[in-house]
C-alpha cells in the first residue's frame, strides 16, 4: 500500500509539470485615428498570428513582435464588437470580444467636399489638393499631391474621418493648407492646433490638440508625419 501511494504521488508530479497554463494578454485601445481603430496588446507567450474578426466577418490579421502586437478595423459610425483571435507558437490560441465605441461624423461627405475645394485653392496657390465632390461609402486615398496623400473614411455618406500623410517631400504645402481650411470652415480657431502641428515637426513626437468638438493628431512613423481629424462629440 505504501508503494502505491508513493507511486501515485510521482505520477501527480509528472503530470502537473507537463501542463500548460493558457496564455493570456492584455489589451489597449486606440480610437484616435481618423479611419481606423487599434488594439494593440502584449501577452506572455510569443504570438504565430493576430487576426481581428469583425461582426460581419471580415478578417484582418495584425503586426507581431515577438510577444506584442498591433491590429486594425475600420472606425465605424456605429458601436461594434470585434473578435481578436491570437495564434500562440506552441500550439495554442485564446478570443477576446473588445467593444468599440461609435465614432461621431464630421460632415455630409459632399457638403465637406464643397466646402473644402475653394478654400483650398483660395488659400494657397501651390496647394493641390482636391476632394472628390461624390464618393461611394468605405475608406480610401482621395489625394494624392506633393508627396502627401489625404484618406477619408465614408459611412452613410457622412465622412468620419480624415487622415493626412505627408512622406517628408512637402510639409509646406498641403498638410498645413488642409489644416487651416479646416479650421476656417469648422470654426477651430484656436492657435493651438498649429502649435501642436509645429510641436510634431520640430520634436518628432506624438502630440494631439483638441478644440471644441474636434480632435486633432499628429505624430511620426518611418519618418512620414501623419495628422488625424475626428469629431469626439
Do not use: W
Not at 42 to 53: C, P, Q, R
Not at 72 to 98: C, H, M, R, W, Y
Not at 212 to 224: A, I, Q
Request: aromatic share 8%.
Amino acid at each position: 500500500m505504501k508503494k502505491f501511494i508513493i507511486g501515485l504521488f510521482f505520477c501527480l508530479i509528472i503530470f502537473s509539470g507537463c501542463s500548460h497554463s493558457k496564455p493570456s494578454a492584455e489589451t489597449k485601445i486606440d480610437q484616435t485615428g481618423g479611419v481606423y481603430d487599434y488594439i494593440s496588446g502584449e501577452t506572455d507567450s510569443e504570438i504565430k498570428k493576430v487576426e481581428l474578426i469583425s461582426e460581419n466577418g471580415n478578417k484582418s490579421e495584425g503586426q507581431i513582435e515577438g510577444t506584442k502586437f498591433q491590429a486594425s478595423t475600420p472606425a465605424l459610425i456605429n458601436d461594434q464588437e470585434v473578435n481578436l483571435k491570437i495564434d500562440f507558437t506552441d500550439g495554442q490560441e485564446i478570443s477576446k470580444k473588445i467593444k468599440l465605441k461609435k465614432r461621431h461624423p464630421i460632415d455630409n461627405y459632399e457638403l465637406f467636399a464643397e466646402k473644402m475645394n475653394p478654400l483650398i485653392l483660395v488659400s494657397n496657390g501651390n496647394a493641390k489638393t482636391q476632394f472628390p465632390t461624390s464618393h461611394e461609402n468605405g475608406i480610401d486615398v482621395v489625394a494624392l499631391e506633393n508627396g502627401v496623400s489625404t484618406s477619408v473614411n465614408i459611412q452613410d455618406n457622412q465622412l468620419i474621418g480624415l487622415s493626412v500623410t505627408d512622406e517628408g517631400k512637402d510639409i509646406n504645402k498641403e498638410l498645413p493648407t488642409i489644416l487651416a481650411c479646416f479650421q476656417a470652415e469648422y470654426n477651430v480657431t484656436d492657435k493651438g492646433v498649429i502649435d501642436a502641428y509645429n510641436n510634431v515637426l520640430e520634436n518628432k513626437k506624438k502630440t494631439s490638440f483638441t478644440s471644441g468638438d474636434y480632435k486633432f493628431l499628429f505624430e511620426y512613423n518611418d519618418d512620414k508625419l501623419f495628422a488625424d481629424i475626428t469629431k469626439i462629440q
